[in-house]
């Protein structure tokens, strides 16, 4: 980012192909409407094209972004008053199921075993609340760290790790039953 600040458009294009893929992800499964997604994504994106200049390193460059995510999102949220459908399955990428899905599971049998497990882990995510989610899918789309989680949501550290690990209790148990 400081590159990009200083000058190299090249330095936007690796920070882009690095964290597209995350960042739209947590925008799908946060508002579960891919319009939706689609123009929070491309608003953070713009609003960090605007604010290179002004960029001071503070925190990780995820962190920082994921940042703009949030707020970006909290200002669709107070805007709109509404959380949206549930996530679907097929909004998920192959990869993203394979990290979330517990690993203490037996290797599924087939790949209809697998999607009925996925759905029912994204149905979990889904039914979080909403602070939840958001420490959960921070935590597993931008590989953030605790700290970098309270940073992102303008939380303390115990507040971002008890969301997590509420999260995480609540979607093991509902795997399990």
Same mark, same amino acid.
């Given at each position: 980012?400081?590159?990009?600040?200083? %000058?190299?458009?090249?330095?936007?294009?690796?920070?882009?192909?690095?964290?597209?893929?995350?960042?739209?992800?947590?925008?799908? /499964?946060?508002?579960?409407?891919?319009?939706?997604?689609?123009?929070?994504?491309?608003?953070?994106?713009?609003?960090?094209?605007?604010?290179?200049?002004?960029?001071?390193?503070?925190?990780?460059?995820?962190?920082?972004?994921?940042?703009?995510?949030?707020?970006?999102?909290?200002?669709?949220?107070?805007? /709109?008053?509404?959380? %949206?459908?549930?996530?679907?399955?097929?909004?998920?990428?192959?990869?993203?199921?394979?990290?979330?899905?517990?690993?203490?599971?037996?290797?599924?049998?087939?790949?209809?075993?697998?999607?009925?497990?996925?759905?029912?882990?994204?149905?979990?995510?889904?039914?979080?609340?909403?602070?939840?989610?958001?420490?959960?899918?921070?935590?597993?789309? %931008?590989?953030?760290?605790?700290?970098?989680?309270?940073?992102?949501?303008?939380?303390?550290?115990?507040? !971002?790790?008890?969301?997590?690990?509420? !999260?995480?209790?609540?979607?093991?148990?509902?795997?399990?039953?």
């Amino acid at each position: 980012m400081l590159c990009y600040r200083d %000058g190299d458009a090249a330095a936007f294009d690796v920070l882009y192909a690095r964290h597209k893929g995350g960042l739209y992800r947590y925008f799908l /499964r946060q508002c579960r409407e891919a319009p939706v997604a689609d123009e929070l994504f491309q608003d953070v994106w713009m609003n960090l094209v605007r604010a290179r200049k002004g960029y001071t390193v503070q925190a990780k460059f995820t962190t920082y972004l994921y940042r703009l995510a949030h707020n970006r999102l909290m200002d669709h949220y107070r805007r /709109r008053s509404v959380r %949206g459908p549930t996530v679907s399955f097929e909004d998920a990428g192959e990869e993203a199921i394979d990290e979330l899905l517990d690993e203490r599971d037996p290797p599924a049998e087939d790949a209809l075993d697998l999607k009925r497990r996925a759905g029912r882990l994204l149905a979990l995510i889904g039914e979080l609340p909403e602070a939840q989610r958001e420490a959960f899918l921070l935590q597993q789309e %931008g590989d953030m760290s605790v700290e970098a989680i309270a940073q992102a949501t303008g939380v303390t550290r115990e507040t !971002a790790k008890s969301r997590l690990r509420y !999260a995480m209790a609540k979607l093991k148990k509902g795997m399990r039953e």
